[in-house]
């Protein structure tokens, strides 16, 4: 169904946040709860990583394209950016009692980048 916004021939913006919900949805639920947000630092919770993803440039370009693509080209566009945006590495390492708990480092770009810096 679209919003109250679409045009006969057009993809709506509802129809746009909708489809990039659906793939973000799937998407983070692929990967760990907790990932490092490079940008700031910050180690994310799965509602801060949607959260950022929401307000980057990304974002904004996807909502940009309704009227320039079909729907199978704009589901496309969408799949890429969200796979690119949320792709993650993993790095291997032994916790052990010295190092900071979560609860210690989430959303705390400064005990997180002193504890990675004593790691170097």
């Avoid at 509802?14 to 709860?33: F, G, H, M, N, T």
């Avoid at 950022?52 to 589901?75: C, I, P, R, V």
Wanted: positive net charge; proline residues 4%; glycine residues 6%.
């Amino acid at each position: 169904m679209r919003g109250p916004a679409a045009g006969p021939s057009s993809t709506s913006s509802y129809d746009i946040e909708w489809s990039i919900k659906k793939a973000v949805s799937a998407r983070v639920a692929k990967i760990p709860l907790h990932l490092l947000h490079m940008p700031t630092g910050i180690l994310c919770n799965r509602d801060a990583q949607i959260s950022y993803f929401e307000g980057s440039l990304q974002y904004k370009w996807l909502l940009s394209l309704a009227s320039s693509l079909d729907s199978q080209q704009l589901e496309s566009e969408i799949n890429n950016v969200i796979e690119e945006y949320f792709g993650f590495t993993t790095l291997s390492h032994r916790w052990g009692s010295s190092k900071p708990l979560l609860c210690n480092v989430e959303g705390k770009k400064k005990a997180l980048m002193t504890w990675a810096a004593r790691m170097v």
